[in-house]
């Protein structure tokens, strides 16, 4: 069973930056790929990034990439997101999730909802214009 909490989500103006982190709990962190999703209020929740479970591997959807990079401390289960030059479209409630690792690859990169197992609660980004 892994626990999430995710935290560093506020107010900013556009063109600013916030750090996400998501801190996990459990032993065997290191062999979870983690993403970050975000959901704005009256649509679905989208994949906004995600990382392997080792190796760095990293993939991002299209609307944040080149300003936004994901990252994980294995050695402190930790996973961040940082953003850059936010826009008020950036707006969205932020979630981080985990993949059980059972029977994937090291290099692979789940990128659909449907495929995390653990999620946590959630922090607000508002970005204003």
């Known amino acids: 069973q892994v626990q999430l909490v995710e935290s560093g989500g506020g107010l900013v103006q556009a063109g600013g930056s916030l750090r996400l982190s998501c801190a996990a709990s459990?032993?065997?962190?290191?062999?979870?790929?983690m993403g970050w999703f975000r959901q704005a209020p009256g649509k679905e929740r989208e994949f906004v990034a995600a990382?392997?479970?080792?190796?760095?591997?990293?993939y991002y959807t299209d609307s944040v990439k080149g300003r936004f990079t994901i990252s994980k401390d294995n050695a402190k289960n930790m996973v961040d997101l940082q953003m850059n030059s936010l826009k008020p479209e950036d707006t969205a409630v932020y979630y981080c999730?985990?993949?059980?690792?059972?029977?994937?690859?090291?290099?692979?990169?789940?990128?659909?909802?449907?495929?995390?197992?653990?999620w946590g609660q959630g922090t607000q980004v508002t970005v204003s214009s």
């Open positions: 990382i392997s479970r080792s190796d760095g591997y990293t």
């Open positions: 999730a985990a993949k059980n690792p059972t029977s994937i690859s090291r290099y692979y990169i789940p990128r659909s909802r449907n495929e995390y197992d653990y």
């Open positions: 459990g032993r065997t962190f290191s062999s979870y790929p």
